[in-house]
């Protein structure tokens, strides 16, 4: 068999699509952003990253699985000249607009093309209990058992410490970055903590080994959580305006979700009582919790499989 996957970004939606690389033992071709590419590139030998620049280097051969998770137009125009035999996932209709197929429903319904129109796939995500994971491997036919998150091994810094903060979720969702991080980390300094607000890296690795030297991440719902879900580090995630159940925690994750999430769920403005809601004495007992879960002689959790210690399947 063949698989074709079209997971762009974000970067943590990539992050969390790679458990189905378990599901599948035959040669995998995936296209991605460039950015994303050292994420995948080397994670098995017979998976192929490609650019989505270098897309057409795909094009080909034929499929007998092509999983398209991309809900835009051009994605959808790039599925529809190739060849397959199954395909999971979004493509283009011959009115020239976005469609998805049956299977992919559950995960689509809930998507900005949902059939439902915008409004309703946001109450239905709202009211959705199942993972990220859950939906995606069950419209294929499998079923989701915790299956790790894949990730090359982390480039090496010097930036260690008890906690990591992720203060920043990007422009996309202003309303993910809690006010009150810096009132955090002076009360966890004011522990002796050694707390580190995570700089800029020129490399996602760098990034991820950042993440990786913490015993504690906390933030919102953005790719350093990822990271910390994929190399066994505990965190503490604030959800202000997206899904926390869409999240699998594999035991590692303490959810706070804002008692205002239902009226700025999935809003991409400014309000400050968005990230105001919840308060800093929960999220520093939160820290503290996971800081004991991981204290010296507590075993380490690390679901992820990360490149030194992957066995290919072939």
Known sequence: MSILIIKLGATGDVVRTTPLLEKFTCGVTWITAAKNLSLLDGLRENLRSLSWEDRNLAA?????????????????????????GRLFGAFLKNDNQLAYTDDSQGWFD???????GKQ????????????????????LGFRFNGEAYRLPQPTWTNLTGDVAVSPEAGPVWPMKNWAS??????????????????P????????????????????GDSLPMHFALGTGTRCVTLFNCTSPWEIHDYGLQQKIVSPLLAEFFYQRGRD??????IGLDEVFAGVMNQLDASAPGTARKNPAKLESTLATKV
Do not use: M
């Not at 809930?110 to 439902?116: D, G, H, N």
């Open 181 to 198: 991080y810096h009132l955090l980390k002076e009360k966890l300094e004011a522990r002796g903590l050694v707390v580190n607000v995570l």
């Open 200 to 219: 800029r890296r020129e490399t996602l690795l760098e990034h991820l080994g950042d993440v990786r030297n913490h015993r504690c991440l906390v933030g």
């Open 120 to 139: 309703a796939a946001d109450q239905l995500k709202l009211e959705n209990r199942r993972t990220y994971q859950d939906l995606i491997f069950s419209g």
């Open 272 to 277: 400050p009582r968005a990230t105001t809601a």
């Open 60 to 84: 080909g051969q034929s499929y007998d699985l092509v999983i398209n998770l991309e809900d835009t137009l051009e994605a959808g125009q790039y599925v529809h000249g190739l060849k397959f």
């Open 110 to 116: 809930l998507s900005l093309i949902s059939r439902f």
